[in-house]
């Protein structure tokens, strides 16, 4: 298993339900209809909230020298609230018509909690930068025929992101 969710076991928290503007990892298994590939270990900043789950800016669906770029940009957008680290998030959804800030959309993703595989695990306020910065992405691609599994190199889901990105898709 990558290391986001066994090594932050000791440095995050297991939670029951996900809040918004913070950020978590956990383990993912989608629905073969939901989608042509997934990643399994997402590493989000939950944005909204819905009945059954959650959407959230999911890093690892563009490179780590993207991560680094979106988190700067996105840094404007950080609070304190009783004393821990929040993202704004209703300061955020007027930038997403922005082309500056098209790298978050496209990795905006929704989460169902009935096929979470793993609890949540807040990540410590103190190291979100290191987190996102070296977080493991896994993808699977689903068959839609066969419905069978596999791993997707991260390079091509970055590949497609940064279509999306650049509106070249």
Not at 32 to 49: A, C, K, S, W
Not at 140 to 150: F, H
């Amino acid at each position: 298993m990558p290391n986001s969710i066994g090594q932050l076991q000791s440095k995050g928290k297991s939670v029951g339900t996900a809040r918004m503007g913070k950020l978590y990892t956990f383990k993912y298994m989608a629905t073969e209809d939901m989608t042509p590939y997934y990643d399994m270990y997402p590493t989000i900043i939950v944005i909204r909230r819905f009945t059954g789950g959650f959407s959230g800016i999911n890093f690892n669906y563009i490179d780590h020298e993207k991560r680094k770029v979106l988190l700067k940009k996105l840094s404007g957008l950080f609070g304190k609230q009783s004393g821990q680290k929040i993202f704004n998030f209703k300061g955020f959804r007027p930038l997403l018509g922005q082309r500056a800030y098209r790298s978050a959309l496209v990795c905006v993703r929704n989460y169902k909690f009935k096929n979470l595989r793993s609890p949540l695990v807040q990540v410590d306020d103190s190291i979100w930068d290191e987190v996102l910065n070296r977080c493991d992405e896994m993808f699977v691609r689903v068959n839609p025929i066969t419905k069978s599994r596999s791993l997707m190199r991260s390079e091509l889901v970055w590949r497609n992101s940064l279509k999306r990105i650049r509106g070249t898709d």
